[in-house]
């Protein structure tokens, strides 16, 4: 428990059995078809569908979260509750999936995933924030960050989608999808980085 | 598993385990709304609100148990068990929430909750002075305790939410709230010992 | 990846995230009882005891796994597999936790639950049979267990609960609480032989 | 969060966090037998023998995910999501096995078993291959692999299963089984890499 970044690794740790058990328990809570007929099964397939999104942008923060910490040089107190902020709202992803996998053609549903995973990328852009203070702007991470354009543009696409929920859900899933295509692909700046 | 320190690691990702599963499941068992109306998500409101309070006051919990543990150096057997009794009122307190979530407005989940948390009070305050008894009252971790004066207001604060729910669940929800804001601020004097 | 022990250590790490789900899952399982009233809460009484003595057997099995493996200098296949069976019967305490904790004053339930405990008691044996193998008969490990009186007993006894709990369910409690009280002091022999 | 190893480490604690879950959360939902009677007792069986079937799947591909990241010398962002990949698939056998145990007699249950089985077997299959684009077809990681027949015959037999369901269900579960006895010996070609 000494060591340099010992405390880094345990707040690692911590925040993935958190998003360990989310994935895990978002997949049980996909439920089983009523029947064994073909209706049945298609009646679970946009809960799947709605499952797959939130795998992937959990996958997405838990990738970034990675790089993010291999980066970090130290923490602190704040950072420590930024990142418990962050948890708290991916906790809430797995609620609205299971909401919007009952109700997928329903604009409330879609917009409450919406405010799940705006709050997410608020808190993940905060602790960014938090980080790059206790670490000073010439650190690895600040320099690896940069401006960040990709996080305020997911901040806004989801805010959008809350809103635009209540014209179609539809255009709200679009925006969605958008936001884990854009970070598909973990964060360049920080792999470089660390390979260099 | 040998080194140093390697039993504490051990015994901190353990906690860490269970109190990551905790928050998850607490989470989870929210609840979807049962109508997509504004009034069906009204009716969750309570429940996201003591769900916000029980994850407040595990994430004390975990940021106080992680500065703890990095201020230990000795762990014994009575450690471990005092370590689990610790574990055991943390994982009530998801079952209280839970409760309260259903019927906040009702004294008997006002009281259970307080229950829980009096227990998880106690048996933190009991690891503590397991934790001291083993690694001396020269330690790094006694002189970093001090007085445990928040220790002992807060397993008062709950003690009086028990019997003052019964007069009015808002007095005990204030008292709880109280110890959520009271412990906010992790320990600032095992932080300052780690640093020195 | 690399160094000594580092497969031991991914072994134990993986078993704790397993008793560290079990703990919570099972405790979440308690339920909430359905009315605020004091006959409603006196109902879940014997669901929370049973809880407990399942967290006080789990307990027990955490700590002298801990014990275990920190004597274990080589781990196999075979001990892998030994361990994922040992598992295997902890995650059945859980379901026969919740059994009894219904209906507790019936024979059936209290029979699984001797049979889940009769399973991890001799799968916990077994894994100590493999580890002395792959160790060697003069390794740490091997003379810290030594001819192991407490786990044959345990399994008797909990063999003997499966068959008397339908004369009565209490003696078959009585034998599982017996058990308990007979490990609760932690594995004496492999905590010297590391002090040592 | 330095030195080498560092992040595969990480990798191999978040999966085995993910399958940690996906056992312990698998055997809760088991449930419990409606009445305490035999019959009752019975009607459990298929799905706690379709539980032991899963149990040992997941502990397979555990065993062979730790032999194939010990071998393991670099990762990169496609071997990480090569990894979620996995996961993915191993998050949907609970429910898998969960319909199973519900209605072992249909076909359809038993051909979506094949499915969620044939998705991870491929997604493993996938991930081997990220993991030796990434270290080099010189690497001890390629060298161990080998021609991968066992897992070729994996997906072949998985494949079958999902089709042959629908003749009968019994077909399906005797391939499954199959797979299960080809894998239960850990790979050996790793084993003896690593020993080397």
């Not at 996909?30 to 959990?58: E, N």
């Not at 997405?60 to 993010?68: A, E, Q, V």
């Not at 923490?75 to 109700?103: C, D, E, R, Y």
């Not at 709050?119 to 940069?146: D, F, H, P, Q, W």
């Amino acid at each position: 428990m000494r060591g340099e970044g010992s405390e880094t690794a345990r707040l690692a740790a911590f925040s993935d059995g958190v998003m360990a058990v989310i994935i895990t328990i978002m997949a049980f809570s996909l439920g089983v078809p009523k029947h064994t007929t073909w209706v049945a099964v298609t009646r679970q397939l946009p809960s799947l569908l709605v499952y797959v999104l939130s795998f992937v942008l959990i996958g997405i923060y838990w990738n970034n979260h990675h790089h993010l910490l291999r980066s970090t040089e130290r923490i602190s107190g704040a950072v420590m509750w930024a990142n418990l902020h962050l948890l708290f709202w991916l906790s809430l992803i797995p609620v609205a999936t299971k909401w919007v996998g009952q109700s997928h053609q329903d604009s409330m549903p879609a917009s409450a995933y919406g405010i799940a995973s705006f709050g997410t990328a608020v808190a993940y852009a905060l602790l960014v924030r938090m980080i790059i203070r206790v670490n000073g702007r010439e650190s690895l991470v600040a320099k690896a960050i940069g401006s960040d354009i990709k996080g305020i543009l997911s901040i806004g696409l989801f805010a959008a989608g809350v809103g635009l929920a209540f014209l179609s859900p539809w255009i709200a899933y679009a925006l969605y999808g958008t936001v884990a295509l854009l970070w598909f692909v973990p964060d360049r700046r920080l792999t470089r980085a660390q390979t260099g």
